[in-house]
Structure formats: structure tokens, C-alpha cells
């Protein structure tokens, strides 16, 4: 039987979660005025390093396992913040594919995480119309369902490498890095 992605990240504890958004703007500055030209090429994607708690031998061994079945950046796993919380319930939201202004059926403030199709997303801003979010709406949404309580991102592992760290005291520390799968 073979291994289905996207696989469900493992129930484990996070004891450190680094949420990174990169943009793909350039900007050149003149040597002599110091001017600045900037150009936007519109993309972005989140990037992560996440730390596990010391796992035991027994508790390390799911995580071993789900670290190996993604075969290095072959592999997609769905993850949610760990520290996010919010008493927000659902909601729609209406964009097309590329945009950076969505609608909303209720008001929506500045800095909330949310999730449509397993892709993550933040607001810049508060409101309901044409409200300004990061990354680029990743598809079209008409009326989609928005989901704030455990917003989720696809990603896949950065590198080929699964490292796995072990102390004479048989505890397993794994930490590893991470990216918005495209």
C-alpha cells in the first residue's frame, strides 16, 4: 500500500513554532543617491522551523515515521499554528485566484490567521470587503468556507534531510524546517 499525501502531522508537542512570510520584491538603490526602485513580482509563501518536545523512544517513533514517509520534499503534510486560538467562527470569503483583497460575511480584524482549502493566510487589515490578506489567494473562492479555529497550511519538508538527535539519556530531539507547498 503505498502513502497517500497530504499525511496529517503527527499529535506531538511544539515547543517551538518559526513562522516566516517571504515576499518576492527586489529593489535596486543607487550607489551614488541612494534611490531606490522597487518591483513586486507577487509572490510569497510561508516558511517554518518547528522544535518538538524531548520525545521518548516510544513517542518519537510516529514522528520518525511521518518524517521518513514524506521521502525528503516528494511529500505534503498539513499543519496548523500551534499557538493559534481564536472564538472566531466560520465564515465565507470571496476572491479570485491571485488576489490580495478578499471579501468576508462578517468583520475580520488585522493579524488573524485563517485557512481555505488547507491554505494559510493573514489579514493585514480589518473589515469585511476587499480586506487585504498575505499570501495571494492561492485559488478562486466563491462563498468559501473560512476556516479561524484551526487554520491550516499544506507544506513540504525544505530540504531531503530528516534529522533525528538522540542523548545518552535515550531522549529524541527533532527539529526541522519547512515550506508552503505550491
Keep these: 500500500m503505498s502513502v497517500t499525501f497530504p499525511l496529517q ?7 517551538k513554532f518559526d513562522l516566516r512570510y ?3 520584491v ?3 538603490e543607487s550607489p551614488f543617491s541612494y534611490a531606490q526602485q522597487i518591483h513586486d513580482f507577487g509572490g510569497g509563501r510561508w516558511e517554518a522551523e518547528v ?3 524531548p520525545l521518548t523512544y516510544e513517542q518519537s517513533k510516529p514522528v520518525q515515521a511521518f518524517l521518513i514517509g514524506l521521502e525528503g520534499r516528494k511529500g505534503t503534510f498539513e499543519m496548523a499554528h500551534p499557538l493559534h486560538t481564536t472564538t472566531m467562527s466560520a465564515t465565507l470569503a470571496t476572491g479570485s485566484a491571485g488576489d490580495e483583497d478578499i471579501s468576508f460575511n462578517q468583520q475580520v480584524t488585522a493579524g488573524t490567521y ?6 494559510l493566510y493573514m489579514t493585514t487589515e ?6 487585504n490578506i498575505q499570501p495571494p489567494l492561492r485559488a ?3 462563498s468559501a468556507s473560512v476556516d479561524f479555529t484551526q487554520p491550516k497550511g499544506t507544506w513540504r519538508m525544505a530540504t531531503n534531510e530528516a534529522n533525528i538527535y538522540t542523548d545518552t539519556n535515550g531522549l529524541f530531539y527533532i527539529t526541522f524546517a519547512c515550506v508552503e507547498a505550491l
Design 126 to 131: 480589518t473589515g469585511t470587503s476587499s480586506v
Design 9 to 15: 502531522f503527527p499529535d506531538v508537542g511544539i515547543t
Design 140 to 142: 478562486d473562492a466563491s
Design 26 to 28: 527586489a529593489m535596486t
Design 22 to 24: 517571504r515576499k518576492t
Design 114 to 119: 485563517f485557512s481555505i482549502a488547507d491554505r
Design 51 to 53: 522544535t518538538l518536545a
